[in-house]
C-alpha cells in the first residue's frame, strides 16, 4: 500500500478536516470574503477581509491538528479570540442580536463544507460523512468561541461604563478654601461608596483641603456595609489631615445607624449642608454675617 494512501487510512476525521483546512486555506478565505460577517465589519478593502479569513482558517486547523474540535478553549484559538471579538462586537455595535451574529456565523459552514465535500469525492460515503461532522462541530466551536469572547468584552466595556458612571454621580465640589463636599444622590452600594472613598480622598489632596463634607441629604438609606464605608471614608479623611462633616442624615437612616450599634461619637455631624458648610467657615476663622433686609438702616 502506497505511503500516503496508509496516512489517509489512519488519520482521523479531525485530522482530514485540518489537512484540508490547509489546502482550501485561499479559496476559503475567498469565500468568507463575500459573507455579510465579513463584508460588515471589514470595510476597508476585500484584502482586509481575505487576510481576516486567512488567520482563521489557520487557526482552525491548528485545532482539528490538536483533535480538540469540541474544546472551545483549546490553543489554536488563542490567537484569534480578540479578532473575533471585534468582528463580534461590530456586528452588535451594528444592531445586530446576538441570535443574529450567530446566524451570520453559522453562513461560514456551507462555503467550506462544499469544498470539503468536493475533495473528498473519491473516499467512500462514511469517511465523507465523518469528515463532514468533524468540520461541522469545529465550526460549531468557532461559532461558541466568537459568542463567547463577544460578550466577554461586552461586559467589560459595561463595567467600565459603569465605573465612569459612578465617578460621575459622584463629583467632588470646592465650597471654600480648604473646604470641599460631595454631595451624595441616590441609592448606595459597596462599590460607590468606594467610589466615594477614593474622590474625596483625591480632592483634599488636591485642594489642600482641611474640611470635607459629605452630604447624604439625596440618600433614601444606607445598609450595614455602606454605613462602614461612610465611617471608614471619615478615617481616612482624618488620617489625612481633614476633618470629614457628615450632613444631611435622614430619620430613617439615623435609626438604622443606631440599631446597627455604630459609634459616631467621632463624627462631626450637621442637619444640612448649610449647617455644615457653617461650621467649617467657623472652624476656618472666617466670619459669617447676614445682609441686612431691604429697606433696613444700618447702624
Known amino acids: 500500500m502506497p505511503e500516503h494512501e496508509a496516512d489517509t487510512t489512519h488519520s482521523t476525521p479531525a485530522r482530514e478536516v485540518g489537512d484540508f483546512l490547509r489546502r482550501r486555506r485561499e479559496q476559503i478565505a475567498q469565500r468568507w470574503a463575500d459573507e455579510p460577517l465579513f463584508r460588515t465589519v471589514f470595510t476597508v478593502s476585500r484584502d482586509e477581509a481575505v487576510d481576516a479569513g486567512r488567520v482563521i ?18 490553543a489554536g484559538f488563542t490567537g484569534v479570540r480578540e479578532q473575533l471579538a471585534r468582528m463580534g462586537a461590530a ?16 453562513a461560514l459552514l456551507p462555503p467550506v463544507e462544499n469544498l470539503l465535500v468536493a475533495d473528498l469525492e473519491q473516499e467512500d460515503s462514511e469517511r465523507r460523512r465523518e469528515c463532514a461532522i468533524a468540520l461541522s462541530v469545529l465550526m460549531g466551536t468557532l461559532r461558541l468561541v466568537t459568542m463567547q469572547t463577544a460578550l466577554s468584552e461586552n461586559q467589560a466595556l459595561i463595567d467600565r461604563q459603569r465605573l465612569q458612571l459612578l465617578e460621575v454621580a459622584t463629583p467632588v465640589i470646592k465650597l471654600w478654601d480648604g473646604i470641599v463636599a460631595v454631595p451624595l444622590i441616590g441609592t448606595l452600594d459597596s462599590a460607590r461608596s468606594q467610589v466615594v472613598m477614593e474622590t474625596l480622598l483625591d480632592a483634599v489632596v488636591d485642594q489642600h483641603a482641611r474640611f470635607a463634607i459629605l452630604d447624604i441629604t439625596g440618600v433614601p438609606t444606607v445598609d450595614s456595609l455602606v454605613a462602614q464605608h461612610l465611617m471608614k471614608t471619615v478615617a481616612a479623611a482624618r488620617l489625612m489631615g481633614a476633618e470629614c462633616v457628615v450632613s444631611g442624615i435622614r430619620p430613617a437612616i439615623a435609626q438604622t445607624i443606631v440599631h446597627l450599634g455604630l459609634d459616631l461619637g467621632t463624627v462631626k455631624t450637621r442637619a444640612s449642608l448649610a449647617d455644615a458648610l457653617g461650621y467649617c467657615l467657623n472652624e476656618l476663622g472666617a466670619n459669617i454675617v447676614n445682609a441686612p433686609a431691604e429697606g433696613a438702616v444700618r447702624r
Do not use: C, F, K
Open 57 to 74: 482558517v489557520d487557526a482552525l486547523a491548528q485545532v482539528a491538528d490538536a483533535q480538540r474540535i469540541e474544546d472551545p478553549d483549546a
Open 91 to 106: 456586528r452588535s455595535r451594528a444592531g445586530l442580536s446576538t441570535t443574529q451574529v450567530s446566524s451570520e456565523l453559522a
